[in-house]
């Protein structure tokens, strides 16, 4: 069984899109084709792609911002630490419109989280959070 918490990095697939992202040759266009990619989806974005967009957008967050997030993990500071002059600051507004897509109706992780009464809006909240910063 995986890891699940409300907080962005408390998901298996969010800490596996960090290893990712961290052995980019390029993660600025990763980055940005992450943000593209939820953005053109015009049905379902499903659980995987929305992880990536929290990733991502906690990525922008924390480069442009200093914002330190809960349960971030030790690959993620270190990835941020060394690549903290990477010109990320116009991926804001597509970041920032991303996440809406992952709280959007036609998005696998809402759904989910909306199933967890308890839970959900501590989600939720997270994630309205993250986009206030990236607004």
Not at 104 to 107: A, F, I, P
């Given at each position: 069984m995986g890891a699940w918490g409300h907080e962005i990095f408390e998901d298996d697939t969010t800490c596996d899109f960090v290893y990712e992202i961290a052995?980019?040759?390029d993660p600025i266009q990763m980055l940005s084709n992450t943000f593209s990619n939820a953005l053109n989806t015009k049905e379902y974005l499903e659980f995987d792609e929305c992880c990536a967009v929290l990733v991502s957008a906690a990525t922008v967050d924390t480069i442009v911002n200093g914002t330190h997030h809960p349960s971030e993990t030790e690959s993620f500071r270190e990835f941020v630490e060394a690549n903290k002059s990477l010109p990320?600051?116009?991926?804001?507004?597509?970041?920032a419109k991303a996440l809406d897509k992952v709280l959007?109706?036609?998005?696998e992780?809402?759904?989910l989280w909306r199933e967890n009464e308890e839970?959900?809006?501590k989600w939720k909240n997270v994630v309205l959070q993250l986009k206030e910063r990236l607004g």
């Open positions: 052995e980019s040759d990320v600051e116009n991926l804001k507004q597509s970041a959007g109706e036609h998005s992780l809402n759904e839970d959900y809006s």
